[in-house]
């Protein structure tokens, strides 16, 4: 190869490091607060502590007899 892109794609190569390494560095200072304040307990206690359990989470059994799949117009 030639030096001229040899020297090009090197240029490419760090550009895209840069394009795509600084974002992902300033999220990563950004939301490391966010992520360090749970202090290792749940995310949500405190609501589950006042409300008490919820069925969000849970696999709660459904009636799937009503849904059916339509193939065509």
Do not use: C, W
Not at 27 to 51: C, E, S, W
């Amino acid at each position: 190869m030639q030096p001229d892109l040899i020297e090009l794609l090197t240029y490419y190569v760090i550009g895209g490091a840069l394009l795509v390494g600084a974002p992902a560095v300033f999220f990563l200072i950004a939301f490391m607060p966010a992520l360090q304040n749970t202090k290792g307990r749940m995310v949500g206690y405190k609501d589950h502590k006042t409300y008490g359990d919820s069925s969000i989470y849970e696999n709660t059994p459904s009636d799937n007899s009503k849904f059916y799949l339509v193939l065509g117009g």
